[in-house]
T-cell receptor
Framework: EAGVTQSPTHLIKTRGQQATLRCSPI?????VYWYQQALGLGLQFLLWYDEGEERNRGNFPPRFSGRQFPNYSSELNVNALELEDSALYLC?????????????FGDGTRLSIL | AQKITQTQPGMFVQEKEAVTLDCTYDTSDPSYGLFWYKQPSSGEMIFLIY??????QNATEGRYSLNFQKARKSANLVISASQLGDSAMYFC??????????????FGKGTTLSVSS
């Protein structure tokens, strides 16, 4: 069974540009989560999509947005990039909404803002 | 206040020894789940073990076990017989529910484990 896949692996942008990150969940998983792991800040929740809808978002500005496609893959878009957006962006998927359902993570996209 | 606290920034252990990584949590929800993840230097997050708040027994998965002390709100990860490949960052995480089922995991800041031969 293929795991969560993310692309690209690395992305280099400059301030003010826009970045698009992609995620394919494990087959059969309908929920997709996005997390930001910035240096020294740990993992912080960004967005949760389920069945094509945004269900919840973390404490991030609106320039962080995304969507989920009918095949449950997802995109994270970051507009007007700032230096502090440099981070590892991790996507996770889960099977169902049970409390004990683990989230399975991809390898991440490392976004660097110059 | 932090919901998940991992007080050990770094831990060092010799191969074949056991090691305990500490995690305390804070929630007023009677129903919650606790998770441990491993993040090697390559970046991927690997799910290790889960403990539910109503589970009577401590969770175990191979060399991993969770020392769950509900009254103290602690969920320490015990790795037995450490291996060189265990060197990584370890994160404790919590999900509150059931009204918030499906919401995000709340992560601690992690503990770096270094295993030496």
């Amino acid at each position: 069974e293929a795991g969560v896949t993310q692309s690209p692996t690395h992305l280099i942008k400059t301030r003010g540009q826009q970045a698009t990150l992609r995620c394919s969940p494990i087959s059969g998983h309908t929920s997709v989560y996005w997390y930001q792991q910035a240096l020294g800040l740990g993992l912080q929740f960004l967005l949760w999509y389920d069945e094509g809808e945004e269900r919840n978002r973390g404490n991030f500005p609106p320039r962080f947005s995304g969507r989920q496609f009918p095949n449950y893959s997802s995109e994270l878009n970051v507009n007007a990039l700032e230096l502090e957006d440099s981070a590892l962006y991790l996507c996770a998927s889960s099977l169902g909404q049970g409390l004990g359902q683990p989230q399975h993570f991809g390898d991440g996209t490392r976004l660097s803002i110059l | 206040a932090q919901k998940i606290t991992q007080t050990q920034p770094g831990m060092f252990v010799q191969e074949k020894e056991a090691v305990t990584l500490d995690c305390t949590y804070d929630t007023s929800d009677p129903s919650y789940g606790l998770f441990w993840y491993k993040q090697p230097s390559s970046g991927e997050m690997i799910f290790l073990i889960y403990q539910g708040s109503y589970d009577q027994q401590n969770a175990t998965e191979g060399r991993y076990s969770l020392n769950f002390q509900k009254a103290r709100k602690s969920a320490n990860l015990v790795i037995s017989a450490s291996q060189l490949g265990d060197s990584a960052m370890y994160f404790c995480a919590m999900r509150e529910g059931p009204n918030q089922a499906g919401t995000a995991l709340i992560f601690g800041k992690g503990t770096t484990l270094s295993v030496s031969s």
